[in-house]
Every structure is written in C-alpha cells, then in structure tokens.
T-cell receptor, first 111, second 114 residues
Framework: GENVEQHPSTLSVQEGDSAVIKCTYS??????FPWYKQELGKRPQLIID?????GEKKDQRIAVTLNKTAKHFSLHITETQPEDSAVYFC??????????FGTGTSLTVIP | EAEVAQSPRYKITEKSQAVAFWCDPISGHATLYWYRQILGQGPELLVQFQDESVVDDSQLPKDRFSAERLKGVDSTLKIQPAELGDSAMYLC????FGQGYEQYFGPGTRLTVT
C-alpha cells in the first residue's frame, strides 16, 4: 500500500517568516494530494489540494508544489501569523479512494 | 454551511464493552469515510463507503469492528468488545465522489477505554 512520510514533525518560525512542510509518497498511482490543518481538539480542515496534472497551486499565503517524478509534494506558508499555529497533515489518494495521511507537523508561529 | 455530524462527541467505556458511533454526512455526499486518529498521529482510514457499499475496509479490524451504511446516508461504526488500545479519536468524513475528491470531516468522537 501507499506510504506517506512527512517532515519535519515540529517546526517553529518567527511571525512573518515562511514555513515549508514536505511529504513523500510511494505509490505512483496516487493523483490527489490534500493538505489539512488541525487545531487542538478540532476537526481536520482542508486548506489546499493539488492533483497530479498540476505542478503548483497557490491560494493567498498558501501554496503547494508537486514533483511527480520524485514523488514528493510540499506546503509553503508565507508571511506566517500566530493563527497559523496548528498541526498540518498531508495526504495522498487515488482518485478519492484510499487516503493515506502523513504523521503531521506541529507548526508554532512565534509572535 | 453544511457540516458532517457525529455523535457522541465523547465516550468513556470499559474494556470488553460494546460501543457505537454515528455519522451523518453532508447531504448529497455519496462517499463516507471512517478514520481512527491516535493522539499525535495522522488519521488512519478504517472503512470507505460509496453509497451503501463498502469500497475499502482493508484496515478495519474485522474481528471487533463493524460498519454499516444501510440506506446510503448515515453510518454507524461499532466496536465489540472494546480494548484499551482502541482509545482514540474516531473521525467521519464525506465527499461528493465524482465531482471532486475533497473530504469534509466531522468533529469526531473521542473514545476512552478504561
């Protein structure tokens, strides 16, 4: 089955700096890669996603890049704010089936 | 805005007892997922339904876990008997299969087995 690895497990940045979280996957059939933000005690919320026919997608301060050849994708958050502090999960899926999640990155934005 | 509903939000049970969780997906969402999330880890898919049919239950411990979605709408996940290692957050998610792959999660049920 699919194996999704996520790094780093914890990340601290100063407010206004950028944060980058990286994930790798093993199954070349995976074609949908969402990112979720989970605040303590709350449900995961989709923040951005990318499909395998696209190399990059951006939504305001958040961007995701995908390298199909290397089987890795990354989340980029620019101009970080304290409210960005949360646990972020990447996932890989085959057309909405068989979602496999990474182990999570705890992001702390220091004011 | 429509949301996935789950109940109960919290459940404490003794080991060897039976426990059940309920999920009501967003109206019109044909695909429903049950996940288990152990503290500090990512969600792990237990079972996926397409309408009333099971699409994937390869990670479901079938000796003690069961799931059903009889009318293709709401769903129930059952554990019998519960074990100490079952303590976790149980999350339900739904998606509009075929029109996008985006999953929307419910608030989860926090299970503690004593």
């Amino acid at each position: 089955g699919e194996n999704v690895e996520q790094h780093p497990s914890t990340l601290s940045v100063q407010e206004g700096d950028s944060a980058v979280i990286k994930c790798t996957y093993s199954d070349s059939a995976s074609n949908y890669f969402p990112w979720y933000k989970q605040e303590l005690g709350k449900r995961p919320q989709l923040i951005i996603d990318i499909r395998s026919n696209v190399g990059e997608k951006k939504d305001q301060r958040i961007a995701v890049t995908l390298n199909k050849t290397a089987k890795h994708f990354s989340l980029h958050i620019t101009e970080t704010q304290p409210e960005d502090s949360a646990v972020y999960f990447c996932a890989a899926s085959i057309t909405g089936n068989q979602f496999y999640f990474g182990t999570g990155t705890s992001l702390t934005v220091i004011p | 805005e429509a949301e996935v509903a789950q109940s109960p939000r919290y459940k404490i049970t003794e080991k060897s007892q039976a426990v059940a969780f309920w999920c009501d997906p967003i109206s019109g969402h044909a695909t429903l997922y049950w996940y288990r999330q152990i503290l500090g880890q990512g969600p792990e898919l237990l079972v996926q339904f397409q309408d009333e049919s099971v699409v994937d239950d390869s990670q479901l411990p079938k000796d003690r876990f069961s799931a059903e979605r009889l009318k293709g709408v709401d769903s129930t996940l059952k554990i019998q008997p519960a074990e100490l290692g079952d303590s976790a957050m149980y999350l339900c998610a739904s998606s509009l299969f075929g029109q996008g792959y985006e999953q929307y999660f419910g608030p989860g049920t926090r299970l503690t087995v004593t």
